[in-house]
T-cell receptor, first 116, second 114 residues
Framework: AQKITQTQPGMFVQEKEAVTLDCTYDTSDQSYGLFWYKQPSSGEMIFLIYQGSYDEQNATEGRYSLNFQKARKSANLVISASQLGDSAMYFC?????????????FGTGTRLKVLA | GAGVSQSPRYKVAKRGQDVALRCDPI?????LFWYQQALGQGPEFLTYFQNEAQLDKSGLPSDRFFAERPEGSVSTLKIQRTQQEDSAVYLCASSLARGAGGYTFGSGTRLTVV
């Protein structure tokens, strides 16, 4: 069964330091996408970064990078130079192409708190 | 509009009451998704529309849940005879095409059933 696992319910990081949020996934599909979303207290889900299963290079978007290790089925998010505004819930999600719907399966999230 | 708009932002319903939640996707977005997010959990898929066609409703938890998108733009999620376990945030997301990049989510409707 398809599943996303985020084992860190909460994380703290000092401002300006880097932090890694863990995500592992399980799927039998060969074609899939991995996503990270940020959910601030306002509630909306903000798209951060995407990694396709066939992409050989790790995705990067500004201060966000995705450490994709296909053999280990992990897709960790690295945030460099943390800012106070990074404090939020972070969700890892997988989207499979085989279902035809391209719906997301989300993990349970990691709450990140950036300390001044 | 510039983003996905959901209304109302908050809804309190008495148990047994019917509710309707509205989603205004980004103009021109073909794909529209509804998700349910229980407190402390990740969002869970409810249903998917491509234009006006509801192509996947496998996530709807019971026949009390009904969604429509009659003209391929605005969508309404209706919950009949609400129960306490329906209390959650209901998120809507849209995309130019399914499978195209990250989806754009609205801020959600927080439903509390008392």
């Amino acid at each position: 069964a398809q599943k996303i696992t985020q084992t860190q319910p909460g994380m703290f990081v000092q401002e300006k330091e880097a932090v890694t949020l863990d995500c592992t996934y399980d799927t039998s599909d060969q074609s899939y996408g991995l996503f990270w979303y940020k959910q601030p207290s306002s509630g909306e889900m903000i798209f951060l970064i995407y990694q396709g299963s066939y992409d050989e290079q790790n995705a990067t978007e500004g201060r966000y990078s995705l450490n994709f290790q296909k053999a280990r089925k992990s897709a960790n998010l690295v945030i460099s130079a943390s800012q106070l505004g990074d404090s939020a819930m972070y969700f890892c999600a997988m989207r499979e192409g085989g279902s035809g719907t391209y719906k997301y399966i989300f993990g349970t999230g990691t709450r990140l708190k950036v300390l001044a | 509009g510039a983003g996905v708009s959901q209304s109302p932002r908050y809804k309190v319903a008495k148990r047994g009451q019917d509710v309707a939640l509205r989603c205004d996707p980004i103009s021109g977005h073909v794909s529209l998704f509804w998700y349910q997010q229980a407190l402390g959990q990740g969002p869970e898929f409810l249903t998917y529309f491509q234009n006006e066609a509801q192509l996947d409703k496998s996530g709807l938890p019971s026949d009390r849940f009904f969604a429509e998108r009659p003209e391929g733009s605005v969508s309404t999620l209706k919950i009949q005879r609400t129960q306490q376990e329906d209390s959650a945030v209901y998120l809507c997301a849209s995309s130019l095409a399914r499978g195209a990049g990250g989806y754009t989510f609205g801020s959600g409707t927080r439903l509390t059933v008392v």
